[in-house]
């Protein structure tokens, strides 16, 4: 008998163990949405869990139990918590520090685990970016380091999001210049007004007029276009007026036009989207927004899908945030899914609103009918 009850507290022991395993692994992936032989999607936190949730960036979350309180926790991409009550909305995380915006709508930094970086909160401020943030007070801005002291002086009026190739572009008197990290000038140019280093070059504009230089402060596309954005991929869109309106081209980095945008229309409240060009392809403004791909042709967005302006394509898992206009079935506004890159469905139009994956993570919202109300979760992608 004694070895009978010996034998079955042993079975209950091990069963226990197994039923802990299984929890633990539903509690990491969650239930299941999509699976085929790539990748499987599932929750990583149902909706309902928490009112507010940000992607700060691939690895990071912000959650928030109860949005009026405004007290948000940081959380790494697997959902474990890594901070106590922050008294900050999180805006975004680069470069292992977190940029939150507080009550009294000033910014300040947190590090991955809720350490406050430095204990004065600036009028505006950029994420990190090769080391430093450029950050304002008394409107005037400056930049700082990890540790929070200023490294470079409150002495600019502007800066252009911050470094990028060991140059930051900064405002002064009225002109556009670029400074090294030591604060030093990088060259004697000056400009009506500039943007950040990207793949080695930055756009200027000099007689009304853009166009690009080097890091030596050479023009290596002549300054003649009404608009220039930055090189993505090698590929950077301008634009020139004509008497039939604005045409919009793609430059490659010898200042070659590689082809002209088929179309660009930023009208009814658009976001002006024209050839940022990532993993291949670049969101166009249009009647419904398009995806081009580096030879200027639409690959999707006329016909196969709807997208918006924040849809990219992840090349890790082929997928692509899209939506279809609401239905007569009770829930307002539009359904979000994800399609492929040739507009088939890979997770059903069922959401209220979806992001794009960021690292192995995406936000979704689902419409509550009996609360009448959004209710947002985290979904994860993973490798088959």
């Given at each position: 008998?004694?070895?009978?009850?010996?034998?079955?507290?042993?079975?209950?022991?091990?069963?226990?163990?197994?039923?802990?395993?299984?929890?633990?692994?539903?509690?990491?992936?969650?239930?299941?949405?999509?699976?085929?032989?790539?990748?499987?999607?599932?929750?990583?936190?149902?909706?309902?869990?928490?009112?507010?949730?940000?992607?700060?960036?691939?690895?990071?979350?912000?959650?928030?139990?109860?949005?009026?309180?405004?007290?948000?926790?940081?959380?790494?991409?697997?959902?474990?918590?890594?901070?106590?009550?922050?008294?900050?909305?999180?805006?975004?995380?680069?470069?292992?520090?977190?940029?939150?915006?507080?009550?009294?709508?000033?910014?300040?930094?947190?590090?991955?685990?809720?350490?406050?970086?430095?204990?004065?909160?600036?009028?505006?401020?950029?994420?990190?970016?090769?080391?430093?943030?450029?950050?304002?007070?008394?409107?005037?801005?400056?930049?700082?380091?990890?540790?929070?002291?200023?490294?470079?002086?409150?002495?600019?009026?502007?800066?252009?999001?911050?470094?990028?190739?060991?140059?930051?572009?900064?405002?002064?008197?009225?002109?556009?210049?670029?400074?090294?990290?030591?604060?030093?000038?990088?060259?004697?140019?000056?400009?009506?007004?500039?943007?950040?280093?990207?793949?080695?070059?930055?756009?200027?504009?000099?007689?009304?007029?853009?166009?690009?230089?080097?890091?030596?402060?050479e023009t290596v596309i002549e300054c003649k276009f009404d608009a220039a954005h930055i090189f993505r991929e090698g590929l950077a869109a301008v634009c020139t007026s004509s008497d039939e309106g604005e045409i919009w081209q793609s430059l490659s980095t010898d200042g070659a036009v590689q082809f002209t945008v088929p179309y660009v229309d930023a009208s009814d409240g658009r976001t002006e989207m024209v050839g940022e060009f990532k993993n291949g392809y670049a969101l166009i403004s249009s009647p419904l927004y398009c995806l081009?791909?580096?030879?200027?042709?639409?690959?999707?967005?006329?016909?196969?899908?709807?997208?918006?302006?924040?849809?990219?394509?992840?090349?890790?898992?082929?997928?692509?945030?899209?939506?279809?206009?609401?239905?007569?079935?009770?829930?307002?506004?539009?359904?979000?899914?994800?399609?492929?890159?040739?507009?088939?469905?890979?997770?059903?139009?069922?959401?209220?609103?979806?992001?794009?994956?960021?690292?192995?993570?995406?936000?979704?919202?689902?419409?509550?009918?009996?609360?009448?109300?959004?209710?947002?979760?985290?979904?994860?992608?993973?490798?088959?």
């Amino acid at each position: 008998m004694c070895v009978f009850k010996r034998l079955l507290c042993g079975l209950i022991g091990f069963a226990a163990i197994l039923t802990s395993v299984f929890l633990s692994a539903c509690s990491r992936h969650g239930r299941t949405l999509y699976q085929s032989d790539a990748f499987r999607i599932s929750w990583l936190i149902e909706p309902g869990r928490y009112e507010d949730i940000r992607i700060l960036s691939e690895n990071y979350l912000a959650l928030c139990k109860d949005e009026q309180a405004g007290v948000y926790l940081i959380a790494d991409s697997t959902g474990k918590i890594l901070s106590k009550p922050l008294d900050a909305c999180c805006l975004s995380e680069r470069e292992q520090c977190i940029l939150a915006v507080t009550r009294d709508n000033t910014y300040v930094f947190y590090a991955t685990d809720g350490t406050l970086l430095s204990d004065i909160a600036y009028q505006d401020a950029f994420p990190f970016q090769e080391g430093y943030a450029a950050v304002c007070a008394n409107e005037k801005w400056g930049f700082i380091d990890r540790n929070g002291p200023e490294v470079l002086p409150m002495a600019y009026d502007g800066v252009a999001d911050g470094f990028s190739g060991g140059l930051a572009a900064v405002k002064q008197d009225g002109e556009w210049m670029y400074i090294r990290k030591d604060g030093t000038t990088a060259f004697a140019c000056r400009f009506e007004a500039a943007s950040m280093f990207s793949e080695g070059l930055a756009a200027v504009k000099e007689n009304g007029k853009w166009g690009y230089v080097n890091t030596s402060g050479e023009t290596v596309i002549e300054c003649k276009f009404d608009a220039a954005h930055i090189f993505r991929e090698g590929l950077a869109a301008v634009c020139t007026s004509s008497d039939e309106g604005e045409i919009w081209q793609s430059l490659s980095t010898d200042g070659a036009v590689q082809f002209t945008v088929p179309y660009v229309d930023a009208s009814d409240g658009r976001t002006e989207m024209v050839g940022e060009f990532k993993n291949g392809y670049a969101l166009i403004s249009s009647p419904l927004y398009c995806l081009i791909d580096c030879e200027g042709k639409t690959v999707l967005g006329e016909d196969s899908a709807f997208l918006t302006v924040f849809s990219e394509y992840d090349t890790r898992f082929g997928v692509i945030p899209t939506y279809i206009p609401a239905e007569a079935d009770g829930t307002p506004g539009k359904k979000y899914g994800y399609v492929d890159i040739h507009g088939a469905e890979v997770l059903p139009f069922r959401f209220a609103y979806a992001s794009p994956v960021a690292g192995q993570i995406a936000l979704v919202t689902e419409y509550d009918m009996a609360s009448q109300s959004v209710k947002v979760g985290i979904i994860t992608f993973m490798k088959t």
